[in-house]
């Protein structure tokens, strides 16, 4: 079972630059998450989604855009990098029915970002 | 919006001590709360969860952790650290959104 996988795994940006973030799960999970991590910081949400079409924001969105065009994928879109945005970025996918309480969530490798 | 506190950044234990890893949770709803580890170089990995069943919540390597609504608390504890359970620890609440909020972790190191 591949998961959740995530590309690329290292990323260098310079200022102003714009990339996209690859997220992709085979489990059929409704859930989808993006996260960053920073030194001593935990995990912040960027951006979540509950199925295909439908996206919220979490605790830091600033700069980032998603879409959720199909189950399987999960977009995070930097517009104009900047040095704050260097960090470790995990997508995460997870299952509830109905709305229910949310099972265990799975999550990708990581995804590395330097912004210089 | 639901919040964790992890209370401890960083928790050092002899092999064969007991663990305990502290956490407290705001929720304006009856949360959901897990326990995830990170080891170095590895995917985040489930420890356990608790979602209003039983409080006390029994997870993998000998991991559990007990939901007291009346504290607001979630700790995590193992009887007896291995030098394998050295790693970073979240603990995440969950509430009516299904949206997860992540502490800001607990270094656990174990020396022999």
Same mark, same amino acid.
């Given at each position: 079972?591949? *998961? &959740?996988?995530?590309?690329?795994?290292?990323?260098? =940006?310079?200022? *102003?630059?714009?990339?996209?973030?690859?997220?992709?799960?085979?489990?059929?999970?409704?859930?989808?998450?993006?996260?960053?991590?920073? /030194? *001593?910081?935990?995990?912040?949400?960027?951006?979540?989604?509950?199925?295909?079409?439908?996206?919220?924001?979490?605790?830091?969105?600033? *700069?980032?855009? &998603?879409?959720?065009?199909?189950?399987?994928?999960? /977009? =995070?879109?930097?517009? =104009?990098?900047?040095?704050?945005?260097?960090? &470790?970025?995990?997508?995460?996918?997870?299952?509830?029915?109905?709305?229910?309480?949310?099972?265990?969530?799975?999550?990708?490798?990581?995804?590395? =970002?330097? &912004?210089? | 919006?639901?919040?964790?506190?992890?209370?401890? #950044?960083?928790?050092?234990? #002899?092999?064969?001590?007991?663990?305990?890893?502290?956490?407290? $949770?705001?929720?304006? $709803? %009856?949360?959901?709360?897990?326990?995830?580890?990170?080891?170095?170089?590895?995917?985040?990995?489930?420890?356990?969860? $608790?979602?209003?069943?039983?409080?006390?919540?029994?997870?993998?390597?000998?991991?559990?952790?007990?939901?007291?609504?009346?504290?607001?608390?979630?700790?995590?504890?193992?009887?007896?650290?291995?030098? %394998?359970? !050295? !790693?970073? $620890?979240?603990?995440?609440? #969950?509430?009516? @959104?299904?949206?997860? @909020?992540?502490?800001?972790?607990?270094?656990?190191?174990?020396?022999?």
């Amino acid at each position: 079972n591949a *998961g &959740v996988t995530q590309t690329p795994k290292f990323r260098i =940006l310079k200022i *102003g630059q714009s990339m996209t973030l690859q997220c992709t799960q085979d489990m059929n999970h409704n859930y989808m998450y993006w996260y960053r991590q920073d /030194p *001593g910081m935990g995990l912040k949400l960027i951006y979540y989604s509950v199925g295909a079409g439908i996206t919220d924001k979490g605790e830091v969105p600033n *700069g980032y855009n &998603v879409s959720r065009s199909t189950t399987e994928d999960f /977009p =995070l879109r930097l517009e =104009l990098a900047a040095p704050s945005q260097t960090s &470790v970025y995990f997508c995460a996918s997870s299952y509830s029915r109905d709305g229910r309480r949310n099972t265990e969530a799975f999550f990708g490798q990581g995804t590395r =970002l330097t &912004v210089v | 919006a639901q919040s964790v506190t992890q209370l401890d #950044s960083h928790v050092s234990v #002899s092999e064969g001590t007991p663990v305990l890893l502290r956490c407290n $949770y705001s929720s304006s $709803y %009856s949360p959901s709360l897990f326990w995830y580890v990170q080891h170095p170089n590895k995917r985040l990995q489930l420890l356990l969860k $608790y979602t209003s069943a039983a409080t006390l919540v029994k997870g993998i390597n000998g991991f559990e952790a007990e939901f007291k609504k009346s504290e607001t608390s979630f700790h995590l504890t193992k009887p007896s650290a291995h030098m %394998s359970d !050295a !790693a970073e $620890y979240f603990c995440v609440v #969950s509430d009516r @959104r299904n949206d997860m @909020r992540f502490g800001a972790g607990t270094r656990l190191t174990v020396k022999p």
